[in-house]
């Protein structure tokens, strides 16, 4: 039992490392590593709590060490990835529209700070988790958008974005590939990587951390059909969306994600 028991939080020390290693690689302008590592990080905290409840050694320790490694993982490192994401978008877009001879004291002050707006991320990811160790409603499910989804979400934006201009500044293509690559391009780097746009992105998404909106948790006590309905067809869609769209899918079930869980609330209150 003694051995057991520290199983779970040994689980979560290894997402706590994750997390560590990914500030790390944010942190020296490697997005894709650090966005591979919060990928795993959310492995082990999924894992973390199903080992406590299979070996039945849940505690209050284990429970506060989960929300102190979700911090670091799913709060601090999305907040510094979003910094360097919006640090290299935002002066791609300064120097990129304005005309070579602009003088850095003509580029508006607010741009030179914009890239800070990414630390709503942890602040509200704090909020979020210490509502979450206060709240006793989310035993069965959640109440705001939980981090490990938040950061996730975060991740694979930043990681798409670094990727698509990596991919169109390296060695030229077909002309097929050529136009697919200039569409994604267009995509990542001037709408969904415009640095206002993901300014707005993080303000809306760090709101979603402390809403009062029911989202279903992932917690199955059966894995029958009957009461897991809404994630089972969650699961299905996801593996959809990743099927056809590869890893340019991720953030859509993220959305997805708090879109089922409000038709999922809008049905049982019609029911009731």
């Known amino acids: 039992m003694s051995f057991k028991k520290h199983i779970p939080n040994a689980i979560t020390c290894l997402n706590l490392l994750c997390g560590c290693l990914a500030i790390v690689r944010a942190l020296d302008g490697n997005i894709s590593q650090a966005a591979y590592l919060i990928g795993l990080a959310a492995i082990f905290d999924f894992f973390d709590g199903m080992a406590a409840r299979i070996l039945k050694v849940s505690s209050p320790i284990g429970k506060d ?45 607010f741009d030179h700070y914009l890239p800070y707006i990414a630390f709503l991320i942890p602040i509200f990811s704090a909020l979020r988790l210490a509502k979450f160790n206060n709240d006793e409603r989310q035993a069965e499910a959640f109440i705001g958008l939980p981090t490990p989804a938040n950061s996730i979400f975060f991740c694979s934006i930043a990681l798409l974005i670094q990727q698509t201009f990596l991919e169109y500044e390296s060695n030229p293509r077909s002309l097929h590939d050529i136009l697919s690559y200039d569409l994604r391009y267009d995509l990542y780097m001037n709408k969904l990587g415009h640095p206002y746009f993901l300014a707005v992105v993080i303000l809306v998404f760090s709101l979603l951390l402390v809403a009062e909106i029911e989202l279903f948790s992932f917690k199955f006590k059966h894995f029958k059909w009957k009461e897991n309905e809404v994630r089972w067809i969650y699961i299905i869609w996801c593996i959809l969306l990743i099927s056809i769209f590869r890893f340019n899918g991720i953030p859509i079930t993220v959305v997805s994600y708090v879109g089922f869980s409000m038709i999922s609330n809008f049905i049982q209150k019609r029911r009731a």
Not at 79 to 103: A, E, Y
Request: hydrophobic share 50%.
């Open 65 to 109: 060490l989960d929300s102190l490694a979700d911090m670091v993982s799913f709060g601090v490192v999305p907040g510094v990835i979003m910094f360097r994401v919006l640090q290299f978008t935002n002066d791609h877009f300064i120097f990129s529209t304005l005309p070579r001879v602009t003088p850095i004291t003509q580029i508006h002050t």
